[in-house]
Nanobody
Framework: QVQLVESGGGLVQAGDSLRLSCVASGLTFSRYAMGWFRQAPGKDRELVAHIRWSGGDTVYVDSVKGRFTISRDTAKNTWYLQMGSLKPEDTALYYC???????????????????WGQGTQVTVSS
């Protein structure tokens, strides 16, 4: 049984930093990519960043480049989203996710991702 458990959300002020964590079990990690989606009220769910478990290649949405860093700890089966210089527009419900890589590319559509955490709220006040 696959389980993703995330933690680390909260209420912060603009300019602050926050780190989200996601620990997974039940996966064959080497065949997966891990990601973080977010969804703000009234908006579509957006892929913020993803990382290939094998090799560690990362990709970010333009709006977070230079501010957010995705990483993984293979020994702990955990991946992280380190968020810096937070802005009010980063306010959203953040989900950790995992997708089995059926080809060489990582999908961006949330419907194509296989497993999801429960979500953690990040609120950035101005």
């Amino acid at each position: 049984q696959v389980q993703l458990v995330e933690s680390g959300g909260g209420l912060v002020q603009a300019g602050d930093s926050l780190r989200l964590s996601c620990v997974a079990s039940g996966l064959t990690f080497s065949r997966y990519a891990m990601g973080w989606f977010r969804q703000a009220p009234g908006k579509d769910r957006e892929l913020v960043a993803h990382i290939r478990w094998s090799g560690g290649d990362t990709v970010y949405v333009d709006s977070v480049k230079g501010r957010f860093t995705i990483s993984r700890d293979t020994a702990k089966n955990t991946w992280y989203l380190q968020m810096g210089s937070l802005k009010p527009e980063d306010t959203a419900l953040y989900y950790c996710t995992a997708v089995f890589l059926r080809s060489s590319w990582v999908p961006s559509s949330p419907s194509e991702w296989d497993y999801w955490g429960q979500g953690t709220q990040v609120t950035v006040s101005s």
